[in-house]
């Protein structure tokens, strides 16, 4: 038998990257403790898991029961962006599990983010469950079924974003923070125009699965996106402004040309260019939360990205009765908090209005 210690120094080893400065990072330094939880070193990360945990559903808790009569109203185009986005969507929380398992959730040795990233393999592993059934209900064509479920390969546009994405999982010379902020784009950017996209198809009074599923998995992401931005500020060896920016830019670039080009929002009566712009919005949005300046500097938030957090608000308030009905049927105690977050929406956007 070896000595004390000798087979968790192995695994701490196992873990962590050559090029990793775990011995400067606090988030990835050897810790002897990581299996046990308590004492709560950082209870800002415990906080946000327990947020998490909080929030968690299920995919049969999503009535898909209206779904397929709405289907068969819409225009073909209007079927073609749905079914193309859903097959993003589908892929997409793959790969961001595959990164949480095979990179961060190695290299972090904090258990409290730790935890998080757990759940976060959980919930997304449902968000994924939920868009296959949409994708399942919506569609009957055995071949044209297998095409959606298969987009990383079968559709271009889908490729470039899962491409960038992944790139970043086998990328062994960028640092952790470099790939912070990339998985924070993927959540907070390459999510924001499609779930955009389904918001503004609830004012049509559709799709109430689709949209009300929408509003669950985007409300987590955002929740992902804050914890990313939540780990960067942990983070002794920052990247440069100049390095993040850099990233950033990219992924709207991509994002832009994936709304806007390849499976443009026109398809569905939405103005393009206002799509640009919002996701520009969003990205500067990230990069304050990150501790940076705006590279798109909007002053003012223009009537487009109003009337789209309008409808936001608007849906999760109607949602807001069937989420009470679900946390009080599994005995919950926590409504209040996703109730104050509903009161903070209307204050945020009645601030919004305020700068028209």
Known sequence: MGEPGSEAS????????????????PLLRKNPRRFVIFPIHYPD????????????????????????????????EEKYFISHILAFFAASDGIVNENLVERFSQEVQ??????????????????????SLLIDTYIK??????????????MPCVKKKADWALRWIRDRKA???ERVVAFAS????????????????????LMPGLTFSNELISRDEGLHCDFACLMFQYLVNKPSEERVREIIV???EIEQEFLTEALPVGLIGMNCTLMKQYIEFVADRLLLELGF???WLFRKIYLFIISLYNGFSFSLFQACVGVQLLFAKKKKKNLPFYQNNLVKIYVCLHLLKTTL
């Open 10 to 25: 192995r695994l701490f080893s196992d873990g962590l990257e050559n090029g990793l400065k775990s011995n400067e990072e």
């Open 250 to 252: 990219n992924a709207v």
């Open 175 to 177: 640092t952790f923070g």
């Open 110 to 131: 904090v258990p409290e983010a730790r935890c998080f990233y757990g759940f976060q393999i959980l919930i997304e592993n449902v968000h994924s469950e939920m868009y």
């Open 293 to 295: 300046s705006k590279v």
């Open 45 to 76: 990360i415990w906080k946000m898991y327990k947020k998490a945990q909080a929030s968690f559903w299920t995919a049969e808790e999503v009535d898909l029961s209206k779904d397929f009569p709405h289907w068969n109203k819409l225009k073909s």
């Open 186 to 205: 993927v959540e907070g950017i390459f999510f924001s125009g499609a779930f955009a996209a389904i918001f503004w198809l609830k004012k049509r009074g």
């Open 141 to 154: 064509d055995p071949e044209e079924r297998d095409f959606l479920f298969n987009a990383i390969e079968t």
